[in-house]
């Protein structure tokens, strides 16, 4: 397994630091690579990073990215350099369209993105739901703590109806 992280600031640390937790969540994860980039690289430098994976670690079965451009750069990189798709898979963060659009593409393997994560319901739902006190249980000292949701082929209509 490996992990594209961002360290630019307090929020991308505790997201990359929330990857890292895989190992202790799935005994069977081992992370073999790490390479950081800034959100700025986007996902040229993504490529370059998981092209430099597949140099060092040919039969990496998954990449964790901390964002969808990190994503987007793997996922361009490893339909060239991954033989068996049905075995690969790429993690994201994030909900944007084309992610969503990368999962449904992943049935067929014209993508290797399989899931997102989701942070919170969105903000105009999240604050209806403070405000109308439904909510309350998820505020800890003043903080709401928003959950993280999967975003997969199974959850997507769910959260996304067409």
């Not at 986007?42 to 451009?69: M, S």
């Not at 992610?99 to 399989?114: A, F, G, Q, Y």
């Not at 969105?122 to 909510?135: A, E, F, Q, R, V």
Request: with cysteine; glycine share 6%; charged share 30%.
């Amino acid at each position: 397994m490996a992990i594209l992280e961002e360290r630019d600031s307090e929020d991308a640390i505790r997201r990359s630091d929330g990857l890292h937790e895989i190992e202790k969540i799935c005994p069977k994860a081992k992370v073999v690579y790490v390479a950081e980039q800034t959100i700025s690289d986007g996902a040229t430098k993504a490529q370059e990073l998981t092209d430099a994976l597949f140099l060092q670690n040919p039969d990496v079965k998954c990449i964790l990215t901390y964002g969808t451009d990190m994503a987007q750069g793997a996922d361009e990189i490893a339909l060239q350099k991954v033989e068996n798709k049905d075995e690969f898979a790429i993690y994201t963060v994030d909900t944007p369209e084309f992610i969503r659009s990368k999962i449904k593409e992943s049935t067929d393997n014209s993508s290797l993105i399989r899931g997102t994560v989701m942070l919170g319901e969105g903000t105009p739902y999240t604050c209806y739901k403070l405000m109308d006190g439904s909510w309350m249980d998820r505020v800890e000292d003043g903080v709401y703590k928003e959950h993280c949701i999967a975003i997969t082929l199974d959850t997507m209509s769910e959260y996304f109806p067409e």
